[in-house]
Every structure is written in C-alpha cells, then in structure tokens.
C-alpha cells in the first residue's frame, strides 16, 4: 500500500510579505549596481543618480506615487546626463506597476506619465544638439543613436508593466466579487433554511391548534382533551422555534440531532385531530443526522398537510433506509388539494429539503384514490 501523499502546509500571508520585500531590495540593489558599473563616466554624482533611481523601489510597495514621482524626475535627468540609459526604462516599469495594480484612474493618469517621463527626454536628446551631456557608449542604443528603435522598445516595456498590472488588478476584482457572491449565497440558503423550518414548525402546529380550538368549540365533551392538546402544541411549537432561532446565535457544526427520533410525537398529533395514522420505520441509526433531519421536516409538513386539506381517515407513513439512501412515503385516503397554479411553500420546502442531499421527491393523487407525497434521501455511510 502507497503511503499517503504529503501536502504542504499553504505559506502564511505574511511571510509572502517578507519576501516580497527581499525581492524590492534586492532588485534596488541590482539597479544601484548595473547603472555604476555601466557608467560611461566616473564621479560621486554617478553614485548619487544610481542611488535616486534605484533605491526607492525598495519601498515602492508602501510608496507607490511618490516613488513614481522620485523615478520619473531621476530618470529625466539621467537620459539628459546619459548615465544608466540603459536600464532606465525597466526602473520606470518596476515602479509604475503598485501604482496601475492600485485603481483603474491611477493606472491610466501612471501609465500617462511613465510614457511621458521615458519619451519626452529621449526624444529631447534625440532632437536636442549636445544631449546627452555624456555621450553614449559605442555600440549601445539610445535615443541619440536609435530613436525610432528604443522609443518602440521603451514604450513595449512599459506598457506591458501596465497590462500585468490590469490583468492582476481584474483577477483580484473578479476573486473579490465570487467571493461576495459566495457569502451572499450562503447568507441566503440560510436564510431559506430558517424559513422552511420557522413554515414547517409554525404550520404543523397551528393546524393543530386550529382544528383542536374547533373541536372545543362544538363539542361539550372533550373539551378539556382539546385543550389539553392546544396546550401541548403551544408548548412544542415554542420549543421548536426556539430551536430554530437557537441555531442563528451557535452554528452547531454538527447539525441538529436527527428529530425523525420524534415521529412518534407527530403520529399521535395527527391522531388526536382524527385521523388513524399507521407506521412501518426502519432503524435509522446509521442514517446521518442532517438526512434524519429533513426526513422530519418532510414528514412533519405531509402529515400537515393530510390535516389542513386532504379530509383524510386513514395516513400510512413509510420510513425505510438502505446503505445508501432513505426513503419516506406519507399516503392517505383523502382528497387531493386543489391547484392554485403554483405550489404551496410546504410542497416547495420539501423539494428543496430533498434536493439538498441529491435526492428527489412527488407528490400527488394515487390513481385508487387518497394523495401520497414520496421521497428519496440518499447518503453515504
């Protein structure tokens, strides 16, 4: 047997952050030392253009306009000069790209100004008799020697600091915007739980209470048992809301323990509002706890359902599990609610709690008569 692949731990942001920083003063360092050592002239003001045109990339990612500034005024003077003519136009792309990565108007009015501060001096040179002050090698391009070449050769290096920037900046907005969009679903789906929960809990109950609250009404004798009833119900629905807004204030990674455990309760409330109610339940003690739940809440609102419109006498509900799945079936003798054109929120939640694990559910009339609602919840063990 293979041993497991290792996987390595993701870098921590903020070491990702050290090393950028190595890498700016390592490339301010570079820069320091190429424009020295192809100096075509020697005197301390050469240190002082390389160290101006140089080192501020080392801090261009805390101070990207300012070093933007610094680089383009320090590279003016040394295309004027002639000192570091061949290197200027990468300084000026290292520093132009914190500032087209920071916003769309920055990118435009840096970009402006980075072609303006490489090309209006070249050019000046190139134009201008005695510029460069300090001739240009033999053998080396520049705008005194090549303008039409390194213009074009300026102007591809920068722009394409400016089109990395973009790219990065539009993948970063687009990274942000799925993000978002993410968060906003998740706050929905929630939302959506706790609404078919707060339907299924609130509607199971008040039928009950509702057709309780009736039979008190017309009957002298039971009037105590229904009150009795109303009273229990009361007491369930409380506790059940409860529950549910419980869950708004502690994420229970876990999920809810697996009310199906409860179908006895349901059972003999539906019962007591008169209809013969028969079980056939598998054992569910290998089905997960979030699949128990929506099996609940499946069964909760058909049985809801049988009361509130389908005058039923007679209910059977089937709750059978596999390795791979469970099935539910809630079937009575009633009538089949009428059609309004579009689905109830009790039928729509159950399709949505079903759909959730995978799974499928109908409801509909039996062709003997009475209305069933079926459902299939698979899993894994």
Same mark, same amino acid.
């Given at each position: ?21 190595? %890498?700016?003063? /390592? ?9 020295? /050592?192809? &100096?075509? @002239? ?47 136009? #990468?300084?000026?792309?290292?520093? =132009? #790209? ?15 100004? @980075? ?7 070249? /050019? ?24 039409? $070449? !390194?213009?074009? #050769? ?5 722009? *394409? ?8 900046? +539009? ?7 799925? +993000? ?11 939302? =959506? ?22 039979? *008190? ?60 109610? $028969? ?16 099996? #609940? &809440? ?18 059977? %509900? $089937?709750?059978? *599990? $596999? ?7 809630? !079937? ?20 949505? &709690? ?18 069933? %609602?079926?459902?299939? =919840?698979?899993?894994?063990?």
């Amino acid at each position: 047997m293979a041993p497991p692949a290792r996987t390595l731990a993701p870098v921590p942001p903020e070491l990702w952050r050290w090393v950028w920083i190595a %890498v700016d003063a /390592l490339a301010a360092a570079a820069v320091v030392a190429a424009v020295v /050592l192809m &100096r075509p @002239a020697s005197g301390w003001w050469v240190w002082c253009l390389a160290g101006l045109l140089g080192l501020p990339l080392a801090v261009r990612r805390w101070w990207p306009v300012p070093v933007l500034v610094v680089v383009l005024l320090t590279t003016a003077t040394a295309l004027v000069v002639g000192i570091g003519v061949e290197i200027v136009v #990468y300084v000026v792309a290292a520093a =132009l #790209y914190p500032v087209a990565l920071s916003s769309a108007r920055a990118a435009a009015w840096g970009l402006a100004a @980075a072609l303006g501060g490489v090309l209006v001096p070249g /050019l000046v040179d190139a134009f201008v008799a005695g510029l460069p002050i300090v001739p240009a090698r033999e053998g080396v391009e520049s705008f005194s020697t090549t303008p039409l $070449t !390194v213009t074009g #050769y300026g102007t591809a290096v920068v722009a *394409a600091s400016w089109a990395l920037a973009w790219a990065v900046r +539009t993948r970063q907005r687009h990274t942000s915007q799925l +993000t978002e969009l993410r968060v906003a679903r998740a706050i929905a789906e929630e939302r =959506l739980r706790i609404a078919r929960d707060v339907h299924d809990v609130v509607g199971h109950s008040l039928s009950l209470i509702t057709m309780q609250a009736a039979v *008190a009404n017309h009957l002298g004798s039971g009037r105590e048992a229904a009150l009795r009833t109303i009273e229990e119900a009361s007491r369930s629905a409380l506790d059940d809301v409860r529950t549910v807004l419980g869950g708004l204030r502690e994420q229970d990674t876990g999920g809810p323990p697996g009310p199906v455990d409860d179908l006895d309760r349901l059972v003999e409330e539906t019962r007591a509002a008169g209809v013969a109610v $028969t079980v056939d339940r598998a054992d569910l003690s290998r089905v997960p706890a979030g699949v128990r739940t929506s099996a #609940y &809440r499946i069964v909760q609102e058909a049985l809801t359902n049988v009361r509130r419109h389908a005058r039923a006498t007679r209910c059977r %509900v $089937t709750v059978a *599990a $596999t390795d791979d799945g469970l099935s539910l079936a809630v !079937v009575d003798d009633g009538t089949a609610p009428r059609r309004t054109g579009r689905p109830g929120h009790g039928l729509l939640g159950m399709r949505e &709690r079903a759909t959730l694990h995978g799974g499928s559910l109908s409801a509909g009339p039996e062709p003997d008569g009475g209305f069933a %609602v079926r459902a299939t =919840l698979p899993f894994r063990t």
